[in-house]
């Protein structure tokens, strides 16, 4: 199976087999129905793999058709043995359709047709007496589905989701079997101005906020086994509940026992969805990526590539990602000597990083210190790139059209926006103000300049200043230089955070070189911090500019069968709970109903994953399987839930069914509502896809 699977890893032989698991998980489902049908005596009409036309059609006592149904000549059959009898006809000259069963069983022709469709999505099972779009419809045979007790057809309407959850089971129990890799539950990544950042611990008012390296024990009294399982609680949170972590803490040696605490952080929504500020750890080694962009940089100015792993930092040895964190925050700015190790050639190199304060974003997305907006300046020119030959590394934007000193977000806006029109640039390189005319290429169906552009906190030029901030008194325009503060000479943005947080009463003399009538005029004013700024400056986050990290990986595998029969159960039971919550929330506004997935956007996750690994394909069919099954069992009309509440109701009212104008109501209901539903989720799927959001 896994070299069958290894031919096709391409992105069409991936969609092929997420199409292939997907329409078995379909088939599987109709299966359940139809073997449930024919254990308590219903006749099953159809078995079609697929939809729309046959393509091949197999009946029991005809054989093989190809291009069409083999009914027709089933029926030409029955009458013609009819019509040989004495009692076949009935006093009017017709034959009735339970003449025709009845004949076709005697010259030995079986009642249900086998097809292949022509459209291999799934399948159906069509049932005498059983129509989903008309819950009306009667047949007087003894084997028809309306003509069945309440429990037997109780039994035919839940068996595809019984079938579902055994196939998730399965599909877990393989993938688990050969071990399936996930991001740990460790803390990597806390934003400095998010929740995680800023709640204080429960008994420990003086540690604040959790740490990259921080192992998450328990979230809300469950134990998860991976961070996808943290993400799900977040997301699936409500508005008023505060989330209990549990963590267990590293020391600052490797010797040094684990501290457990325990924090209650509020989630806040961004972008339609819950989120404390958290992100999974990452590895030390040094990502493999396609990216030109990223390549260049890292090519050109560290001289890094993807596989290299981070050995050391100031000459001691580190062999966790929080580690390195933990030096870069005590590093004050000052620079780290940096060790990596290429795996494959052992050979070493050595690279020294000057760490950068970690700018804060505000809700436009503009990073700021203290209210200090830092200019846009290009780290990396891809070898195709529009730009390739008008741009540099190190060219400072100062306008874009008419747009002066635009941030980094609104540098990529304006160029996705541009619809492939040319784009005067004027940028500064070298202390000399240069003019380019550039025109964007689509790239990712997105119109590109195949530039890197980051933050210029290399330097203290400023591009604007919010009114919110302790310098907008100064009333500086764009271009303003701080050439010192308290005297001391700053040079960069690491300067402007030490030299501002030196003064423990926050009075500040800045010096800054400021553009009036196209000269710098230096000039002299003093800024008062609050103590809100002067705990901001305490609380500054240090990073380093390196190209990214791979994210940690660790493999989740079965002792054996048994255990992973046990952990198949488990999984599938958490993705059902995961898919309740979530529909609970939906009813609830809780979660954003942009957040769903139609049959595009699961096709295109899905393909993401199957090249990935042909076990992260078993595990997401699992998934599929189990939230299919849940989706199915809802108690909404035409899907098999609904029809099941209709049963209970006919129940209740002692066998007698629901008016028949009630049920047509309610399929019609149920008819729009899920053909809404599809309409809305596959407008998302496809704006995902071709107005991507960068």
Same mark, same amino acid.
């Given at each position: 199976?896994?070299?069958?699977?290894?031919?096709?890893?391409?992105?069409?032989?991936?969609?092929?087999?997420?199409?292939?698991?997907?329409?078995?998980?379909?088939?599987?489902?109709?299966?359940?129905? =139809?073997?449930? %049908?024919?254990?308590? #005596? @219903?006749?099953?009409?159809?078995?079609? $793999? &697929?939809?729309? /036309? *046959?393509?091949?059609?197999?009946?029991?006592?005809?054989?093989?058709?190809?291009?069409?149904?083999?009914?027709?000549?089933?029926?030409?059959?029955?009458?013609?043995?009819?019509?040989?009898?004495?009692?076949?006809?009935?006093?009017?000259?017709?034959?009735?359709?339970?003449?025709?069963?009845?004949?076709?069983?005697?010259?030995?022709?079986?009642?249900?047709?086998?097809?292949?469709?022509?459209?291999?999505?799934?399948?159906?099972?069509?049932?005498?007496?059983?129509?989903?779009?008309?819950?009306?419809?009667?047949?007087?045979?003894?084997?028809?589905?309306?003509?069945?007790?309440?429990?037997?057809?109780?039994?035919?309407?839940?068996?595809?989701?019984?079938?579902?959850?055994?196939?998730?089971?399965?599909? =877990?129990?393989? %993938?688990?079997?050969? #071990? @399936?890799?996930?991001?740990?539950?460790? $803390? &990597?990544?806390? /934003? *400095?101005?998010?929740?995680?950042?800023?709640?204080?611990?429960?008994?420990?008012?003086?540690?604040?906020?959790?740490?990259?390296?921080?192992?998450?024990?328990?979230?809300?009294?469950?134990?998860?086994?991976?961070?996808?399982?943290?993400?799900?609680?977040?997301?699936?949170?409500?508005?008023?509940?505060?989330?209990?972590?549990?963590?267990?803490?590293?020391?600052?040696?490797?010797?040094?026992?684990?501290?457990?605490?325990?924090?209650?952080?509020?989630?806040?929504?961004?972008?339609?969805?819950?989120?404390?500020?958290?992100?999974?750890?990452?590895?030390?080694?040094?990502?493999?990526?396609?990216?030109?962009?990223?390549?260049?940089?890292?090519?050109?100015?560290?001289?890094?590539?993807?596989?290299?792993?981070?050995?050391?930092?100031?000459?001691?040895?580190?062999?966790?990602?929080?580690?390195?964190?933990?030096?870069?925050?005590?590093?004050?700015?000052?620079?780290?000597?940096?060790?990596?190790?290429?795996?494959?050639?052992?050979?070493?190199?050595?690279?020294?990083?000057?760490?950068?304060?970690?700018?804060?974003?505000?809700?436009?997305?503009?990073?700021?210190?203290?209210?200090?907006?830092?200019?846009?300046?290009?780290?990396?020119?891809?070898?195709?790139?529009?730009?390739?030959?008008?741009?540099?590394?190190?060219?400072?934007?100062?306008?874009?059209?008419?747009?002066?000193?635009?941030?980094?977000?609104?540098?990529?806006?304006?160029?996705?926006?541009?619809?492939?029109?040319?784009?005067?640039?004027?940028?500064?390189?070298?202390?000399?103000?240069?003019?380019?005319?550039?025109?964007?290429?689509?790239?990712?169906?997105?119109?590109?300049?195949?530039?890197?552009?980051?933050?210029?906190?290399?330097?203290?030029?400023?591009?604007?200043?919010?009114?919110?901030?302790?310098?907008?008194?100064?009333?500086?325009?764009?271009?303003?230089?701080?050439?010192?503060?308290?005297?001391?000479?700053?040079?960069?943005?690491?300067?402007?955070?030490?030299?501002?947080?030196?003064?423990?009463?926050?009075?500040?003399?800045?010096?800054?070189?400021?553009?009036?009538?196209?000269?710098?005029?230096?000039?002299?004013?003093?800024?008062?911090?609050?103590?809100?700024?002067?705990?901001?400056?305490?609380?500054?986050?240090?990073?380093?500019?390196?190209?990214?990290?791979?994210?940690?990986?660790?493999?989740?595998?079965?002792?054996?069968?048994?255990?992973?029969?046990?952990?198949?159960?488990?999984?599938?039971?958490?993705?059902?709970?995961?898919?309740?919550?979530?529909?609970?929330?939906?009813?609830?506004?809780?979660?954003?109903?942009?957040?769903?997935?139609?049959?595009?956007?699961?096709?295109?996750?899905?393909?993401?994953?199957?090249?990935?690994?042909?076990?992260?394909?078993?595990?997401?069919?699992?998934?599929?399987?189990?939230?299919?099954?849940?989706?199915?069992?809802?108690?909404?009309?035409?899907?098999?839930?609904?029809?099941?509440?209709?049963?209970?109701?006919?129940?209740?009212?002692?066998?007698?069914?629901?008016?028949?104008?009630?049920?047509?109501?309610?399929?019609?209901?149920?008819?729009?509502?899920?053909?809404?539903?599809?309409?809305?989720?596959?407008?998302?799927?496809?704006?995902?896809?071709?107005?991507?959001?960068?």
């Amino acid at each position: 199976m896994i070299s069958v699977l290894a031919l096709s890893w391409s992105g069409v032989g991936a969609f092929l087999l997420v199409l292939i698991g997907v329409s078995f998980i379909i088939f599987v489902h109709e299966m359940g129905h =139809f073997l449930a %049908a024919r254990a308590v #005596g @219903v006749k099953v009409e159809t078995f079609a $793999v &697929g939809f729309g /036309s *046959p393509l091949i059609t197999y009946r029991r006592g005809i054989g093989v058709r190809l291009l069409k149904s083999s009914a027709p000549e089933m029926v030409k059959r029955a009458e013609a043995h009819l019509r040989g009898k004495l009692d076949g006809p009935g006093p009017d000259g017709e034959i009735t359709p339970q003449q025709i069963a009845d004949a076709a069983e005697e010259i030995g022709i079986g009642e249900t047709e086998y097809r292949i469709a022509v459209l291999p999505l799934g399948g159906y099972v069509k049932m005498l007496g059983q129509e989903d779009l008309d819950p009306t419809a009667r047949s007087e045979d003894p084997r028809s589905f309306n003509n069945k007790p309440i429990w037997a057809r109780m039994i035919v309407v839940s068996a595809g989701v019984v079938t579902n959850l055994v196939f998730a089971v399965l599909f =877990f129990m393989v %993938a688990f079997l050969n #071990g @399936v890799e996930f991001p740990p539950a460790i $803390v &990597g990544h806390v /934003s *400095p101005d998010k929740p995680a950042a800023t709640t204080a611990a429960e008994g420990h008012e003086d540690i604040i906020g959790l740490q990259p390296g921080d192992r998450i024990v328990r979230i809300n009294g469950d134990t998860p086994s991976d961070f996808m399982e943290v993400s799900a609680k977040v997301l699936l949170s409500r508005s008023d509940e505060k989330i209990e972590f549990e963590i267990d803490r590293p020391g600052d040696r490797a010797d040094d026992p684990y501290t457990r605490l325990r924090f209650r952080i509020a989630p806040i929504e961004a972008n339609g969805q819950k989120m404390t500020g958290i992100g999974p750890i990452a590895d030390t080694t040094i990502a493999k990526f396609e990216d030109d962009e990223g390549a260049s940089w890292l090519t050109d100015q560290l001289e890094l590539v993807g596989g290299m792993r981070l050995t050391g930092v100031n000459s001691q040895t580190i062999d966790e990602y929080y580690e390195f964190h933990r030096a870069l925050q005590v590093s004050n700015g000052r620079p780290l000597a940096l060790t990596f190790r290429d795996e494959q050639s052992d050979a070493l190199r050595n690279v020294t990083v000057k760490p950068q304060p970690h700018l804060r974003a505000d809700a436009d997305g503009a990073p700021n210190l203290l209210g200090l907006v830092p200019p846009t300046r290009i780290i990396g020119v891809a070898k195709d790139a529009a730009a390739k030959g008008k741009l540099q590394m190190g060219d400072v934007i100062l306008a874009v059209n008419d747009v002066p000193m635009p941030t980094v977000a609104r540098l990529i806006d304006e160029i996705k926006a541009s619809g492939g029109r040319e784009q005067t640039i004027e940028v500064l390189r070298g202390g000399e103000r240069i003019e380019v005319k550039i025109t964007p290429l689509k790239r990712k169906r997105v119109y590109r300049l195949g530039v890197v552009p980051n933050v210029q906190i290399e330097a203290t030029m400023i591009a604007n200043v919010y009114e919110s901030s302790p310098f907008a008194t100064a009333n500086w325009p764009q271009g303003t230089v701080i050439e010192a503060i308290n005297g001391q000479p700053v040079t960069d943005f690491n300067d402007i955070v030490l030299a501002a947080s030196a003064d423990e009463d926050g009075r500040l003399d800045v010096e800054a070189s400021v553009p009036i009538g196209g000269t710098m005029t230096r000039e002299t004013h003093v800024v008062n911090l609050s103590e809100d700024d002067i705990t901001s400056l305490d609380q500054v986050m240090w990073h380093a500019q390196l190209p990214p990290f791979a994210p940690l990986q660790e493999i989740q595998k079965a002792g054996g069968p048994i255990d992973a029969v046990a952990i198949g159960f488990e999984k599938t039971w958490l993705r059902m709970q995961e898919t309740y919550i979530t529909v609970l929330r939906l009813l609830q506004r809780e979660v954003n109903v942009k957040q769903l997935r139609g049959p595009i956007g699961i096709a295109d996750i899905g393909t993401q994953i199957a090249q990935r690994s042909w076990v992260k394909l078993m595990f997401f069919l699992g998934m599929i399987g189990a939230i299919l099954a849940v989706i199915n069992f809802l108690p909404l009309p035409i899907v098999d839930g609904g029809l099941f509440v209709l049963l209970i109701v006919e129940k209740l009212r002692g066998g007698k069914p629901v008016p028949d104008r009630l049920q047509n109501a309610i399929a019609l209901v149920g008819v729009v509502l899920i053909l809404s539903l599809f309409l809305f989720v596959t407008f998302n799927d496809v704006k995902r896809l071709f107005v991507p959001e960068l």
